[in-house]
C-alpha cells in the first residue's frame, strides 16, 4: 500500500506527529498539540488567508491555480513557526476527501495489482473519474449480513491536488504522514467513544454536510452531501428524509447497535435547524458538540470548535 494510503486512516507505521495543517478554499492553518495524560493541549495556533480564486472548481475540490505562490506561502507560515517541523499531518474537507465502503475478498499482495482491485471496486460506487484519483484504503469491522468476508474503508482525493500540496510542504521542510478529512479526524478528538453502540457526528460546512456513525474508533457509516440551496424548510425535510433512510439501513445490517449519542459541529446560525432535523431524523436528541465531548485540555485561546479537526489529527492512534 502507498505510503498516503497507510497514512490515511491511521495505519502508517509511524507515530502521528503533533503539526497538524489544515486546508480549504478560504484558509491554509496550523495547530501544534501537546499530549498530558489522556487530554491534548493547544500549544501553538496560526493562519494564512489564501485568494478568493486559489483553487479550481470541482466536486472534489480542485487543484491549485498557482502551485508555487501556494509553496511560498506554506514557506513562509512554516517559516514563523516557533520550531518549524520536519512532519505533520494534513486535514483536508470532507468535500476534497470522500469516503466509501466496499465489501472485498483476498487482496493481491503486489500493491500495483491491489491498487487496480481497489480502483475497480470504486469506480462502481462513486460518478467520478476514478483514473484522476488516489485512493487508499483501511479494513474496518465486517457488517454481519455482507456477502464478501472483509469491509474496506476507501479514501479517495484529486491526485493533482494532493502532489501539489505535497510538493509545496516538501519544499517548505515538511513531510506529510497523514492526510484524512474533518470528520473522520473529529471522530478521534471525542473524550468517549463507547464500543458497545454507536456515535453519530454530524459536520456541517459551507461545502456540505458530512454523517460519520461510529463504534469505539471504528467508522461504520459515512454520509456526504454538498450543500443544497433553496428553501430552509423543503431541505430539512428531504434531510430528515435521508436520516431516517440511513437509519432503516443501520438497523438492518448492524443489529444490536443501539444509536447512543447524536454530535453536532455546525455554524452557528446552522446549529439550530440542524439539531431539530437530526433529532426528527435519527429519533434521538442531538447535541450541540461542547468542550466537554473532546479531549481539549486547558483554555485553547482560539475558538475551540475551529482546532477540533485538528485535534483529532494529532490524536489518531496507529496500530
Known sequence: MPEWAAGLLGLAP??????????????????????????????EYRERELPPDAF??????????????????????VADLGAPPREGSLLLPDA???????EVGDLPRAPREREEVLRWKLRRLVPFRVDELRVAASEVEALPAQEEPRRLLLGFALEQL???????????????GLVANASLALLHALRTRPADGLDALA????????LLFARGDQPVLHRYKPAAGGEAGGHGRLV??????????????????ELRRVLLLAPPALE?????WLTEGLGRPA????????????????????TAPLMGAACVEFR
Not at 96 to 102: K, M, P, S
Open 240 to 257: 430528515v428524509r435521508d436520516l431516517r433512510l440511513t437509519l432503516s439501513f443501520l438497523a438492518e445490517n448492524v443489529p444490536g447497535a
Open 162 to 176: 494532493l502532489a501539489q500540496a505535497e510538493a509545496a510542504f516538501a519544499a517548505a521542510g515538511v513531510r506529510l
Open 287 to 306: 447535541l450541540p458538540l461542547a468542550r466537554e465531548h473532546l479531549l481539549l485540555a486547558g483554555d485553547p485561546g482560539t475558538a475551540w470548535n475551529e
Open 203 to 210: 459536520l456541517i460546512d459551507g461545502e456540505g454536510q458530512s
Open 14 to 43: 509511524r507515530a502521528v506527529p503533533p503539526h497538524v495543517f489544515a486546508l480549504d478554499r478560504a484558509r491554509l492553518r496550523y495547530a501544534a498539540f501537546a499530549r498530558e495524560g489522556d487530554e491534548v493541549r493547544l500549544m
Open 96 to 102: 476534497w476527501l470522500r469516503l466509501a465502503f466496499t
Open 56 to 77: 479550481a472548481t470541482g466536486l472534489l475540490g480542485g487543484p491549485l491555480r498557482d502551485g508555487e505562490g501556494f509553496a511560498r506561502l506554506v514557506a513562509e507560515l
Open 272 to 276: 439550530e435547524r440542524w439539531l431539530d
